[in-house]
């Protein structure tokens, strides 16, 4: 396909400028959002022993919640029954407080019966390091209140729209003799920029679907209250369904099960919430996953019935029985958070994040290479200041993710019950801040030569952490052990060929420099004439 240079020219500028303001904080958002997609296993791993006695069977969960109840009334407004436990769930039944101030983290409370039948209650649930990683996607790695940061979230998300568009423009006039092109040789720059075009173009639907749907997140409040105004409409009971009793008792969990089994055989639940509506009367919410559709959370769809007569209400977020245009809205969900399709889907997500991250570190790899031509042509000598401090960033921030995440996640056992996820967020943007800053001060060059090692160090921290817990925390899913040796190498890989690049690559880079006749490394930030 022919296009005039002029309008290839704009496309390539449009490319490079929206990428370059985006592309760190979507590193950010795809090596966290690659991670979330075995965000339970990682919560096992991460989640000591609970102090609690273990859970109920679902036939006593009833005299649970009557002592829970009569112990702690206010739990009465919204307490949930799950019926699957483990690590990453260690009660039967668990409610949370109401903030002191609004969008603020109420606290979770954790109950169960001891042997002798009294009651425990605990604040100290599952480890609180798998919730920060989500935190850190949604909101690109930006430390603001949530209500702050998903605008600017959203922003990214159109620019990374733009560039996704703009990239493929560029690319049409040499698709065909360069989709399949990887030249590895000397001209490293080539390399780099068919890497990255090879992952761009295999991976664009991707990429467009993570676009779109990070746009529906951050302003969902406007899309909903535009539909709402709409296709204002609400959930109708099916035809089966029965009118409720005007009193009687509420359905107990077994009940429940028992009820709705009847009513969707296919339809898997986890977890019942029981609460008090408005009005004081009592409502039932259920919420499961049905493996033939997507879901509207990341693991879960939601029914609400009838706490009396146990019937379906309200199935707009119930997987298989919703409407067209909840389907539709579901679908979004579904495409983002990767939760169709079972494993296979989750870990070809994970693989394509991963990818996604590498994507942009590419891309702002290539873009200050090409400004650092530009200004050579341009008769600078040495590199300016905004070259340098684009690629410190370029090393910085990557590397401080990827460290501040392993280094947060290695803390999680050692910590234990006790660690919130403030803390979690405090130590990884200790590390976070600290690389970044290192990078600014040593350079991009001479940083990358020092934090890859230091990376790879601390994903070793992982497997670490679980040979020092052994006695107080048996091991789980060593799945997550063996990726962070996986990560570690990986640094270590780049390391050296970031090493051999210093020794030998191109002198009019800013990334590399030649030997000294000593065969010592010389890094300078200033390019040679």
């Not at 020219?9 to 966290?32: C, T």
């Not at 302003?219 to 005007?246: C, E, L, M, N, V």
């Amino acid at each position: 396909m022919k296009l005039r240079a002029d309008i290839v020219r704009m496309y390539k500028d449009i490319h490079g400028w929206v990428g370059i303001l985006s592309g760190l904080a979507l590193f950010i958002a795809f090596y966290a959002g690659a991670i979330t997609m075995f965000e339970e296993p990682l919560q096992r791993w991460a989640s000591p022993p609970s102090p609690l006695a273990a859970p109920v069977s679902l036939d006593r969960t009833s005299e649970l919640v009557t002592k829970v109840l009569a112990a702690h009334p206010e739990a009465a407004r919204d307490y949930t029954v799950h019926l699957r436990t483990g690590p990453e769930q260690p009660a039967r039944v668990s409610w949370s407080s109401r903030p002191a101030r609004e969008h603020a983290a109420g606290t979770t409370y954790y109950a169960a019966l001891a042997p002798d039948g009294s009651l425990q209650v605990d604040r100290r649930g599952p480890s609180a390091v798998a919730q920060l990683i989500d935190v850190l996607h949604q909101q690109v790695g930006l430390p603001f209140d949530h209500e702050i940061a998903m605008p600017i979230m959203g922003t990214i998300a159109l620019l990374y729209a733009i560039a996704l568009v703009s990239g493929v423009v560029v690319l049409l006039p040499s698709l065909v003799s360069d989709l399949f092109a990887l030249r590895i040789g000397r001209n490293v720059k080539r390399m780099w920029l068919d890497v990255h075009n090879v992952l761009g173009v295999f991976s664009l639907p991707f990429h467009l679907i993570m676009a779109l749907t990070a746009v529906v997140f951050a302003f969902h409040d406007q899309f909903y209250d535009a539909q709402s105004a709409t296709f204002a409409h609400g959930g109708r009971p099916p035809a089966s369904a029965k009118a409720p009793p005007p009193n009687g008792p509420v359905l107990a969990p077994v009940q429940v099960v028992q009820r709705l089994a009847e009513q969707a055989p296919a339809f898997t639940p986890v977890g019942i919430s029981y609460g008090e509506g408005r009005d004081g009367a009592p409502t039932l919410r259920v919420r499961g996953y049905d493996p033939r559709y997507g879901l509207r959370g990341p693991n879960f769809g939601m029914a609400t019935l009838d706490p009396r007569s146990g019937a379906i209400t309200v199935s707009d977020y119930m997987p298989g029985k919703q409407d067209g245009w909840g389907a539709a809205i579901t679908s979004f969900f579904a495409l983002h958070f990767g939760n169709f399709g079972g494993a296979g889907v989750r870990w070809a997500y994970l693989l394509l994040g991963l990818a996604g991250a590498f994507l942009f570190y590419t891309g702002n790899l290539l873009w200050v290479e090409s400004r650092r031509k530009r200004e050579r042509k341009a008769g600078a000598v040495e590199q300016t200041r905004g070259t340098r401090i684009l690629c410190a960033l370029t090393v910085g921030v990557p590397l401080g993710c990827v460290a501040g995440i392993a280094v947060t996640i290695a803390a999680a056992k050692p910590m234990g019950l006790d660690a919130s996820e403030e803390l979690h967020s405090a130590i990884y943007y200790a590390v976070f801040l600290a690389f970044t800053a290192w990078a600014l001060v040593r350079g991009g060059a001479r940083g990358a030569l020092e934090l890859l090692p230091a990376t790879a160090g601390t994903l070793m921290l992982i497997p670490v952490a679980t040979l020092a817990c052994l006695g107080a925390h048996p091991p789980r899913e060593l799945l997550v052990d063996l990726l962070a040796l996986v990560g570690a190498g990986s640094a270590m890989l780049m390391w050296r060929m970031t090493r051999r690049r210093l020794r030998t690559g191109p002198t009019d880079s800013v990334w590399s420099r030649p030997s000294d006749p000593d065969g010592r490394v010389t890094i300078v930030e200033t390019a040679s004439a």
